[in-house]
């Protein structure tokens, strides 16, 4: 049973414009999320991340949403560069930095930007 | 520099043979975690400790070992009772403080022979 989903397994976008990179959850419990961007052969980086006591984390270009009704949160990259080509995955986790603390990641959606 | 180390970047295994794949790191964090990368899979949790000397089952753990003898080192053992290890392993390890980010290492490309 899939906790995080991310239903877009690509995105092709132009340069300059917006990329939204959306995710869905199951996991009611869950209550703090992160993107992370990851090229081919390497490992993820972290890109942002957001409490689920707030619905909006700006960070530069990218900016993350939650709609903790819909248990929805999506990833917007503005303006857009090549160099965002990567997969992006959603992550989620339920305990808050307790013992039990692990992410669960969604499938990850392939951005590609194009010049 | 701080950070996580994998080793080796590659590894091949032979039918019926166990493989180590190494994760250190100099961070000074307190939890380590092993995730396996399939194409089109996303990770997923094998094992994760949160102390020295203590771990859990993450959600795909049969066929694969693990240790925490120290705090800097996390080794994955897979196992010959793993049917199916190609796959890309990814390490990871967080502070332990409230809500702090996973850092994940370079990854280990796993293949059958």
């Known amino acids: 049973d899939q906790q995080v989903k991310q239903n877009s397994p690509s995105l092709s976008v132009q340069e300059g414009r917006i990329s939204i990179l959306n995710c869905d959850y199951t996991n009611s419990m869950f209550d703090y999320f992160l993107w992370y961007k990851k090229y081919p052969a390497e490992g993820p980086t972290f890109l942002i991340s957001i409490s689920s006591i707030k619905d909006k984390n700006e960070d530069g270009r990218f900016t993350v949403f939650l709609n903790k009704s819909a248990k929805h949160l999506s990833l917007h990259i503005v303006p857009s560069q090549p160099g965002d080509s990567a997969v992006y995955f959603c992550a989620a986790s339920g305990h808050s930095g307790g013992s039990n603390y692990k992410l669960t990641f969604g499938k990850g959606t392939l951005l590609t930007v194009n010049p | 520099d701080g950070g996580i180390t994998q080793s080796p970047k590659y590894l091949f295994r032979k039918e019926g043979q166990n493989v180590t794949l190494s994760c250190e790191q100099n961070?000074?964090?307190?939890?380590m975690y092993w995730y396996r990368q399939d194409p089109g899979q996303g990770l997923r949790l094998i094992y994760y400790s949160q102390i020295v000397n203590d771990f859990q089952k993450g959600d795909i753990a049969e066929g694969y070992s693990v240790s925490r003898e120290k705090k800097e080192s996390f080794p994955l053992t897979v196992t010959s009772a793993q049917k199916n290890p190609t796959a890309f392993y990814l390490c990871?390890?967080?502070?332990?403080?409230?809500?702090?980010?996973?850092?994940f290492g370079s990854g280990t490309q796993l293949s059958v022979l």
């Open positions: 961070l000074n964090h307190d939890a």
């Open positions: 990871a390890s967080r502070s332990g403080s409230l809500n702090e980010k996973l850092f």
